[in-house]
């Protein structure tokens, strides 16, 4: 399967600070979707988008599909020490998901957070 | 929702070991995979299936097998472990729409 380009690697904050980071790949997608993985855990649905363009919020989480079908943004207002975690963003292909190669995965984003 | 449950958190094994890792879930879904997890490297998959019996490699399959006997469930099997096995094992459905769940993961260890 492909990796997406996930960007920034990691990120260090204070509370209260709003974070972004995105995903770009060289393929179109039909799906963006979000996780969020925490230490020792499997990664956790945040958002799913479905339609170019489209923009969608999850509480103090707000993911967008990129209009080229080829990136998406999350971002997180407000940040709090329990956002800790690693964000993934994954593309799906085809909606056809008789194929491992439909979800492809960016390598994630390290969010540290201090109170 | 779809609720994917991982046999094991956690697995100590010695090199040459034939290992199981075992994976279940609660909805009809045909697709289910395999993926280990390292530092730097992301998901990697493994295997995937998106039907019982049916199986299909993935990006790193040398040194692992699977099993699909019944539709619940998905079974990655580590024919002779080594070292270079140690990983953090992942196993999704995908459900309605596309969406991956993900199962809690099982940290392996081979020693």
């Known amino acids: 399967g492909q990796q997406l380009n996930q960007s920034p690697q990691s990120m260090f904050i204070q509370e209260g600070e709003d974070v972004s980071m995105n995903c770009t790949s060289s393929?179109?997608?039909?799906?963006w979707l979000w996780y969020k993985q925490e230490p020792g855990e499997g990664p956790v649905l945040l958002i799913a988008l479905y339609k170019a363009g489209e923009l969608t919020s999850n509480g103090r989480l707000t993911a967008q599909f990129g209009i080229t079908r080829k990136d998406s943004f999350l971002n997180i207002s407000a940040s709090i020490p329990s956002d800790v975690g690693i964000y993934f963003c994954?593309?799906?292909?085809?909606?056809?998901?008789?194929?491992?190669?439909?979800?492809?995965f960016g390598k994630g984003t390290s969010l540290l957070v201090t109170p | 929702d779809v609720k994917v449950t991982q046999s094991s958190r956690y697995l100590v094994k010695r090199t040459g070991e034939k290992v199981f890792l075992e994976c279940v879930q609660d909805?009809?879904?045909?697709?289910m995979f395999w993926y280990r997890q390292d530092p730097g490297l992301g998901l990697r998959l493994i295997y995937f299936s998106y039907d019982v019996k049916m199986k299909e490699k993935g990006d790193i399959p040398e040194g692992y097998s699977v099993s699909r006997e019944k539709k619940e469930r998905f079974s990655l099997i580590l024919e002779s472990a080594s070292t270079n096995q140690t990983s953090m094992y992942l196993c999704a459905a995908i459900g309605a729409l596309g969406v991956a769940f993900f199962g809690q993961g099982t940290r392996l260890t081979v020693v």
């Open positions: 393929s179109i997608f039909n799906t």
């Open positions: 994954a593309g799906q292909l085809s909606e056809d998901s008789n194929s491992g190669y439909a979800l492809n």
């Open positions: 909805m009809d879904h045909e697709n």
